[in-house]
């Protein structure tokens, strides 16, 4: 209690989170009031993707404007100091090597879906782009930093922990519109990974909320990288002691496209149908070998 390093470390916790939770609600005030072109278009975007205004409230869910100084100016009429900004990741170093330069915002033009942890609270961002032609990252996530480390994080785990906890089971999607779309349409026991390796952490805390005869539906693409990404978490989750099956999506097909075409009752028969992934393994290898 006394340690002046601890205290300044709990300090400096305490200013992320603040940080964090008044960006995300700028963020979403932008995006649902803001009357710049941008903020249109991703309203337009939105509606476009089946999410409406009382979507994007119920998950927080912002835009970063494209031009990075309307949110810099955010943060010095807040007071955030460019250490503090630095350190939460919303905010980089122009030259890593040379501060003098300035800070420039790390999300642009973007998409803001606000990262909790366990207890809601929002320790990141992950920003998607509104071109789907465009040719930088669909994704950008914030860096590592005090508060976030994107291997033990799941998107939407704060709002799906009790369906998971009280069916034992949990669907794992690759996009947050996926576990958005699922949810919203009543299948509620499902997360999304942050476009990283499933890791053996991520394993651990499904098993921590799923219990001991937890079983997780791994709903991946059917594409090739799809299929490895799924290989690869089904070694952790099943060496954590979780059954896995998967779910075969149709070629092309997401769980978001798959329910906003065909409704949510087709992607539930998919789920019921998941085979053990051995089988889907089989399967998969059957499609490609000879």
Partial sequence: EDDPLARAAAKQRAQLLELHSKAADWFHDYLMKGKEPDAQNARNYLKGRGLNGDVANRWNIGFAPANGDVFARWARENNYRGKLMAASGLMSLREETNPSRGLYSRFRDRVMFPLNNDFGETVAFSGRILDPNAKTAKYVNSPETELFSKSKIFFGLDKSKRAISKSQSVIICEGQLDMISCFESGIENV????????????????????????????????????????????????????????????????????????????????????????????????????
């Avoid at 805390?205 to 693409?221: I, Q, S, V």
């Avoid at 799924?230 to 998967?246: D, H, P, Q």
Wanted: glycine share 6%; hydrophobic share 40%.
């Fill in 191 to 290: 997360v999304a990974p942050l476009g990283t390796a499933f890791t053996d952490h991520h394993s651990r805390t499904l098993r921590r909320f799923a219990g001991e005869r937890a079983e997780a539906l791994l709903c991946f693409d059917s594409d090739n990288a799809g299929y490895k990404a799924s290989v690869r978490a089904y070694k952790s989750l099943s060496a954590s002691g979780i059954f896995v099956r998967a779910v075969k999506l149709p070629a092309g097909e997401d769980p978001d496209s798959l329910i906003t075409s065909k409704g949510a009752s087709a992607f539930q028969l998919l789920i019921d149908n998941a085979r053990p992934f051995y089988h889907f393994q089989i399967d998969q290898l059957n499609d490609s070998l000879d």
